[in-house]
């Protein structure tokens, strides 16, 4: 009999521990996933007195999604101005959260897979051309884990808005003296011209065939 209890809480320990394993893997195929995420400010430009759009995005997030983010872009004020903002998934926006920075934030019970996109900002270029660096400040990026959120670090991708006139259109210029048709606002004179050549043409060809009959 105590070989035969031996054998069935060897067993139940060999369980056991093979529950922990598949659980271990699991988890750390899920922060391995986690570990991919990428958090993106997209770059924008504008003419100097115009305005330009950019795109906050999360990328590459693993099960079970992202259920909470708060995100600041700071920006540089001297070149421009955040004059309006939107969020996506049923966030919030803040547009004026300081002198120099908009707030995103937002949450999603059943997790965000995946690509999505968090948000928009609308930037307003001041007078004179500049560029301006968009920072991000990830204050939360957790998981939609029921009870228990895990914090996700995401790569962090900034990006920059320009200020900057328009490129002129290209003039081409042509060099040398302009040929003509000769069907030009002088098509008179030119209509004169052509005539004095065909009987030019034709003369010759009436001298080579006067020419031709005496040699025969």
């Known amino acids: 009999m105590k070989g035969i209890k031996g054998l069935r809480f060897g067993m139940l320990g060999a369980a056991a521990i093979a529950v922990a394993v598949i659980g271990g893997l699991l988890i750390a195929g899920t922060a391995a996933a986690q570990g991919g995420a990428t958090l993106t400010v997209s770059d924008g430009s504008a003419a100097p007195g115009e305005e330009g759009d950019v795109s906050l995005d999360a990328g590459s997030v693993g099960d079970p999604g992202l259920g909470a983010w708060t995100v600041d872009i700071a920006y540089d004020t001297s070149v421009i101005t955040a004059v309006d903002c939107s969020a996506e998934q049923g966030g919030v926006c803040n547009a004026e ?101 065909f009987a030019v043409v034709g003369t010759a060809g009436l001298v080579v065939g006067f020419g031709a009959q005496r040699s025969r």
Request: net charge negative; with cysteine; hydrophobic share 40%.
């Open 97 to 197: 959260f300081a002198a120099d920075m908009v707030r995103i934030t937002g949450a999603s019970a059943g997790g965000l897979d995946g690509d999505t996109t968090l948000g928009g900002v609308t930037f307003e270029c001041g007078a004179d051309a500049g560029s301006s660096d968009l920072t991000l400040t990830v204050n939360v990026f957790a998981d939609a884990t029921i009870g228990d959120p895990q914090d996700i670090d995401p790569t962090i991708v900034n990006g920059t808005f320009e200020c900057e006139a328009a490129a002129p259109d290209p003039t081409v210029v042509v060099d040398g003296p302009v040929v003509g048709t000769g069907l030009g606002a002088d098509s008179g004179s030119s209509f004169g011209w052509l005539v004095a050549l």
